[in-house]
């Protein structure tokens, strides 16, 4: 009898057990839920479905047949230890010895009053009752590992247990390669308590700890003994690496996508790396017998004593010393291996209409990705957007700039000589945030004026200079007035300036400031007056595409003077002071100076971890996954579903849309290229003079007042010398696109066509199948069916990972989708209660969508909506009118009514206004 393991599923809120694979199983064949599987060695943990209740599987456990002669058990419990598991994204019960920094405890409610008891160094506890799937039990969350003692055992909590001290070691740290660690992430030196430690000649003063305290016991974590028998990482060669070795790293690196993926291919880690991250965890699972002193283990953080770059030995009283090496940079310019054309790398559509008669490849839950993600076997399972093209000098920017100081004006000349001033805003989402740019977008500055606009004009009076950018002809004017007002008498002044503009534009200002000049001269004293050569009413809350009110009401004349400022309410969540303790910032350094820009969603754990439990951020400690999905969707990183791996996306600008010409740095970053950006002596000459061609705005993110996001970057370019500005980002590495927002969404289906879009099955993919099932008090739940041939969103219980599919009616195909757009299509299907027309509210003057939380956004959508403002989407203020709870929805900025519509037309979901 095998023994299984608890897995909490943290999508579906559901319990079942897993099994723990190891060399013995495999090549053998199991049965699970109705589908023969063969174990392999890319097989770490097998997730088992159970048809039982929380409540009954807790309390009795269960058992499975996996096959004649084997069967898997999962004892009954009463508390218990769970970790996150990277590649699974869900929590799985830990055995053993600690194996983390931070774990998450489930206890049944009679005996929390003793767990807090044991845990006593940590109060208070973070505690959160698990709701409906099971009553009578609470969570626990980020429990550090604790001294050990009898009742922590007795009540079933011994994986806490804080492991007997080891032989010096080092552990944690934002390790590159081998010995070989990223300044700023120095690893951490784990030693006996008694041991006096020397760093490069030098001793460590360290003050006495005699009792456990809360902040030992933050510092006493994961004893890591990378050096049994005096050997290290970069000691365990390939050749050092067994068969156990390569399935306990194979989901940390290759994964089933590749199960023989060779070492020395650069998108993934040497054998020898993998196998040090392997015998780290063994160790500290208590799988590996450890030497030492048998008093407690101490971790000293070389992180925190600023160590210059080089190599560094550490020594202690009985002689043994290890090596480390530490470089502030590798890479002068990004890198993203080359694996990825774009930060625009979203799934996009499969050709039509394409049968399947048996599975097609399960996509993991968290890529998020729309049913026309899903391929047939054997074929690519990612299909690529085209990235967009490439040019040199201000070509490469699409969006029309200009630069209007403080104390200067924007006057426009139009097509029949008249001289007008308009008066450039703040737009809303920027205004929130603190950011107030000089650069102006032109065309949304000017928007449909009639007469058209020809020259936008930055009028500095002092110095009796005009800089000015023409509006093409060709170029489509966006919908909607602004204010004006004449500007007459200004003319002479304008005509006798200093004028800077393309040569391209000399004959249309010579000719429009010939008319200029007879109109001024007919004018009447004053020159300012009110005209009606152009009407004008306020744009707030007209949005491109929407149609002016047709009521009948003639719109205002030319204001007769500059309109007030616009006053916002500061958005308490964004600060404008950098961050220096931000674990975003540490990990998305590390993993651009990494080889190929790329790790392990293991290492990845790893990293995360040591930075958060660094800066005494314990309670998201054990959020790697969400990190990897917050990274994703702001355009940092590209997650590898099928190998589980992140890989940096390429550096690019983004042209924010309605941003006032701000253009937000996303994709790789490592730290050189944060440092050149700002280094008016860079050695190449292109990079050290566009560094006075931009202002750098930082911005940082935050929830529950913890770092949500690495710091946003925004640059506001000098739009008088955007070409030298340009090139010194191409010395850089660092490309331009345009508006994302539009090509990711361009590139889906909208619900009604999915059928053309998705795959059709003419079989279901599994024999075990539930149906997703709205209850009468508004929750969902997956009920078990015999078939799938009516109406709804099905789920098939399969080995590698569930899958969905989606009937429209019963005379429709079965199409494979998705979860996250199959709940969206099922939801649609359910009777149309007030809380689901509130699914997609669109806040037309504020310029903000809520989607809600119940259902949760596909990741394209979720990337698209993230990339016009570089900000996460907050939890939103519940609709008027709703006895919903604050959170129920996410609010994403800087949405215009066309993309929220473009939205709704994807998910089969009106909005509401």
Do not use: K
């Not at 070509?395 to 308009?422: H, K, Q, T, Y």
């Not at 007030?834 to 596909?858: F, I, K, N, W, Y």
């Amino acid at each position: 009898m095998l023994r299984a393991t608890l897995m909490y599923d943290q999508w579906d809120r559901a319990f079942g057990g897993c099994l723990e694979v190891d060399e013995r199983l495999w090549g053998s064949t199991i049965h699970v839920a109705g589908e023969e599987y063969e174990l392999s060695g890319a097989d770490l943990r097998v997730p088992i479905p159970t048809a039982e209740s929380a409540s009954a599987l807790l309390s009795r456990g269960e058992s499975w047949a996996l096959r004649p002669g084997l069967t898997l058990r999962l004892a009954p419990t009463s508390a218990v230890v769970l970790h996150e598991d990277p590649l699974l994204g869900a929590l799985v019960q830990v055995r053993g010895s600690t194996a983390a920094r931070s774990y998450t405890v489930l206890v049944r409610d009679d005996l929390i009053a003793r767990v807090t008891e044991a845990l006593a160094d940590q109060a208070p506890l973070n505690t959160v009752p698990v709701g409906s799937e099971v009553s009578g039990w609470t969570w626990i969350r980020a429990v550090r590992p604790t001294a050990d003692s009898a009742e922590l055992r007795a009540l079933g909590l011994g994986s806490l247990a804080i492991a007997a001290s080891s032989p010096l070691a080092l552990d944690g740290g934002l390790q590159l390669e081998g010995r070989l660690y990223l300044t700023g992430g120095e690893p951490d030196i784990v030693a006996p308590d008694t041991a006096t430690i020397i760093l490069d000649g030098r001793e460590i003063h360290r003050p006495h700890r005699p009792e456990p305290s809360r902040q030992t016991l933050n510092d006493q974590i994961e004893s890591s003994v990378l050096e049994q028998s005096g050997l290290g990482p970069s000691d365990l060669g390939p050749s050092d690496v067994g068969p156990g070795d390569q399935a306990t790293v194979v989901g940390a690196g290759d994964g089933p996508g590749d199960p023989q993926a060779s070492a020395a291919d650069p998108g993934h880690e040497t054998a020898s790396e993998e196998a040090a991250v392997a015998v780290a965890a063994s160790v500290r699972a208590g799988s590996v017998e450890s030497r030492g002193s048998s008093g407690r283990a101490v971790t000293i953080r070389l992180a925190d004593l600023y160590l210059d770059p080089g190599d560094h030995e550490v020594l202690d009283e009985a002689g043994r010393t290890v090596t480390f090496s530490t470089v502030a940079h590798i890479r002068e310019t990004p890198d993203s291996g080359g694996r990825w054309s774009s930060v625009l790398d979203a799934l996009a559509p499969q050709p039509a209409n394409v049968t399947q008669t048996t599975s097609v490849t399960p996509v993991l839950r968290a890529s998020g990705a729309l049913a026309t993600t899903l391929v047939p076997q054997g074929e690519a399972g990612r299909i690529r957007l085209p990235p967009p093209r490439q040019a040199t000098g201000a070509s490469s920017l699409r969006m029309l700039r200009s630069r209007v100081w403080p104390n200067r004006r924007a006057l426009v000349l139009r097509e029949d000589g008249s001289l007008v001033e308009v008066f450039p805003d703040t737009e809303p989402w920027l205004g929130e945030i603190g950011l107030r740019a000089a650069t102006v977008d032109v065309l949304r500055t000017v928007r449909s004026m009639d007469p058209r606009p020809v020259l936008f004009i930055e009028y500095a009076a002092r110095a009796a200079r005009c800089i000015a950018v023409e509006i093409p002809s060709d170029a489509v004017l966006m919908p909607g007035q602004v204010p004006w007002m004449p500007a007459t008498d200004l003319v002479g002044a304008v005509a006798s300036a200093t004028w800077q503009a393309d040569p391209s534009a000399d004959a249309a200002r010579r000719r429009l400031l010939s008319l200029a000049l007879q109109q001024a001269r007919s004018a009447p004293v004053g020159g300012r007056q009110p005209s009606d050569a152009g009407r004008v009413g306020s744009h707030v809350g007209r949005q491109p595409g929407r149609q002016p009110s047709q009521s009948g009401t003639r719109t205002p004349a030319a204001i007769t003077s500059a309109p007030a400022p616009a006053v916002f309410d500061p958005r308490d969540d964004v600060l404008s002071d950098a961050w220096a303790q931000n674990p975003y910032d540490d990990v998305l350094g590390w993993l651009c100076e990494r080889r190929s820009a790329s790790a392990s969603m293991a290492s990845f754990a790893q990293a995360w971890s040591w930075a958060c439990e660094r800066y005494g951020l314990t309670s998201i400690a054990d959020r790697s996954r969400l990190a990897i999905s917050r990274l994703s969707d702001l355009g940092f990183i590209e997650p590898d579903w099928s190998r589980h791996r992140i890989n940096a996306a390429p550096a690019c600008l983004i042209e924010l849309p309605a941003s006032s010409g701000l253009l937000l740095l996303a994709g790789a970053r490592p730290p050189r290229l944060l440092e050149r950006i700002v280094d008016d002596e860079d050695a190449n000459e292109a990079v050290a003079h566009a560094t006075g061609l931009w202002t750098i705005h930082r911005r940082v993110q935050t929830i529950d007042d913890l770092p949500a996001a690495p710091t946003a970057i925004y640059l506001e370019l000098d739009t008088a010398h955007t070409p030298d500005a340009l090139d010194g980002l191409a010395a850089l590495g660092v490309h331009t696109t345009a508006d994302p927002a539009s090509r990711i969404l361009a590139s889906l289906p909208a619900a009604a066509e999915i059928s053309n879009s998705a795959i059709h099955l003419t079989a279901s993919p599994a024999q075990d199948i539930e149906r997703r099932r709205l209850s009468l008090s508004g929750t969902t739940d997956w009920s078990p069916v015999s078939h799938d041939s009516a109406p709804g969103l099905y789920r098939y219980r399969l080995v590698r990972g569930d899958q969905y599919a989606w009937r429209a009616t019963p005379d429709a195909p079965l199409l494979a989708v998705t979860r996250s757009i199959g709940v969206w299509l099922d939801d649609a299907r359910q009777q149309a209660t007030s809380e689901q027309l509130r699914r997609l509210v669109h806040h037309t003057g504020a310029r903000a969508l809520d989607a809600s939380t119940q259902l949760g956004l596909p990741w394209p959508i979720r990337r698209a909506l993230t990339l016009r403002t570089g900000l996460l989407p907050t939890p939103g203020e519940p609709p008027a009118g709703t006895a919903l709870d604050r959170g129920t929805h996410h609010t994403y900025r800087n949405i215009d009514y066309d993309t929220a519509e473009q939205v709704g037309r994807i998910l089969g979901r009106p909005l509401l206004h």
